[in-house]
C-alpha cells in the first residue's frame, strides 16, 4: 500500500530533525480554489518539499525512500489560519532541508529554499530561515560589525551618518572628492557612492578614489575625524575580487558592493583576509523579491556572508515598502545573537531627513547608521550645513532635548534650518490594546 502522504516527508516534528544538519524555512502560504469543496493542502506542501530537494511532479524509481530520508524536504510544522473562506486554505509552515544535500554552497541552499517553491501557491512568502550549526561554521560573518565600524571611526556612543553622494551617475571624481569634503568638514561620519555609480565616461573607482580619500585626508586635518567612505565596485563576478583587492591597495577604507552580484560573490570579497576594510551592502536588488522572501531573511542572509552593513526599509520612509514590524525586524535580527558572528549595522533608509532622527534613533537604538542624500545635500545652505544638521539632530535625540527646543539653540541653526524646510515627525503613540480610549489613564496633578 502506499501511503498519500509520504511518511518521510509528513512524519516529523522540529522536536525530532537533527537541527545541527538541517535548515528549518518557515513560509505562509495561502491558496484559493473557488467552487472546489475539497482541497488537500498537504499534497501541495509536498510538491512544495520535493521541489525543493529530490524530486519531481512523477516519482521515478530511482527515488527510493533512503534517498528521500537523506535529501528531501520534509514538514516539520503545519499551523493552518483560521478563514471564513470555504474556498481559501491559509497556513505557517515549517520545512527543514537537509544540509548534506548541498553543505555551504550557498546557491544551491537558496534553489532549495527560496526556488521553484514559489510556482506551486499563489500566495507563498519565505518568512525565516533558521541556520544549524553545522552549516554556519562554515561562514565568517561581518569582519568589522557594530564593534569595530566604532573602534575605526572612534564614535562609541551613538548613532552614525552617511552621507550618499549625489546625483547618482555622472560625477567626475573630482566632484565627488569635492562632494565628500564638504560633508566631512559638517561632521558626516561616512559617505558612499550611490548604488548606481560604476565606471563611466568620466568617471572610474581608481580616480575616485584618488580625489576622496584626498578629501577624507584634508578634512581630516581640519575636524580631527576620518571619515569612513564606501566605494562603489560592482561588477561581474570575474572582476569583483580583484576590483576589490585593488581598491584597498590604492587606499580605499571602505567598500560599496550591490546584493545583485549574489550571496557567493559578497562572501567570496569578505572572507578575504587581505581585503581587511568594512563591507557595505545595497540591497535594492532584493526589492524585486520583496512579495516572496522577507526582508529579514535577506538581512540574516547578508550577515551569515560578512556584510558589515546593509540598508533597511524603515516605515517613514519615502518609500515604505514593509510594514512597520518587519522593517524594525530586520534591526532585531541584524544585532541578535547569532553563532559568535558580530553584530552588523542596520540602515534604516530612502528619503530620510533629520527631522526624523526622533522617531529612527529610538525605534532602531543607537547601533545605527542613518544614509542621506537630498536630506543631507538638499539643506537651504548647502552640504556642509547638512551634515551638521545631521548631527545635532541625533545629539538632540542622545540627549533627550525636544529636536525643535535643540534647534532653537544659537549654536544649531543648521537644524533649524533643516526643520524649517522639511519639518519634523511625531510618532503616533500606540492605544492601549482592548480598552476605549474614554478608559485610557489621564494625567492627574495632585494639589500642594
Sequence with gaps: MERIHDPVIFQNA????????????????????????????????????????????????????????MLSGKLVGYYEIPTDDE?????????AFPINAWHDNVPMMLLSIAGNCFVYSQNLRLLDVTFPENLVKNFKGPKFGVEGIRELLGIKDRPLSLHIIKPKMGMTPKQTGDQVYRTAIGGADMAKDDEMTSDT?????????????????RAKQKTGKRLIYFCSITDD???????????????????????????????????????????????SHMISSIKSISWPVFTKLLRLCGADQTLTPTYWSSIPMVSLEEGLRCQHIAQAQFYGFKKMWSMPAAGTYPGLAPILIPEYGKDIIIPSGGGMLGHPDGYTAGAQAWQQAIASVMNDVPITEYAKKPENKALRRALEKWGYLERPETPWLRVAPKFHPKPFKMDD
Design 87 to 95: 474556498y481559501r486554505k491559509s497556513a505557517v509552515i515549517q520545512l
Design 201 to 217: 565616461y568620466n568617471n572610474n573607482f581608481r580616480d575616485r578614489l584618488k580625489y576622496v580619500m584626498d578629501a577624507v585626508d
Design 237 to 283: 563576478i570575474s572582476k569583483l575580487h580583484d576590483k576589490a583587492r585593488e581598491a584597498v591597495k590604492l587606499g580605499a577604507n571602505g567598500l560599496l558592493i550591490t546584493y545583485s552580484v549574489g550571496l557567493s560573490a559578497i562572501r567570496d570579497v569578505t572572507d578575504d583576509p587581505e581585503i581587511n576594510i568594512p563591507v557595505m551592502v545595497h540591497n
Design 14 to 69: 522540529i522536536d525530532g530533525i537533527d537541527l545541527k544538519n538541517n535548515i528549518i524555512a518557515t513560509y505562509y502560504l495561502s491558496d484559493r480554489m473557488p467552487g472546489v469543496d475539497f482541497i488537500d493542502h498537504y499534497k501541495l506542501i509536498e510538491s512544495i518539499a520535493i521541489e525543493g530537494s529530490t524530486g519531481s511532479w512523477q516519482r521515478v524509481e530511482e527515488e527510493s525512500d533512503e534517498v528521500r530520508e
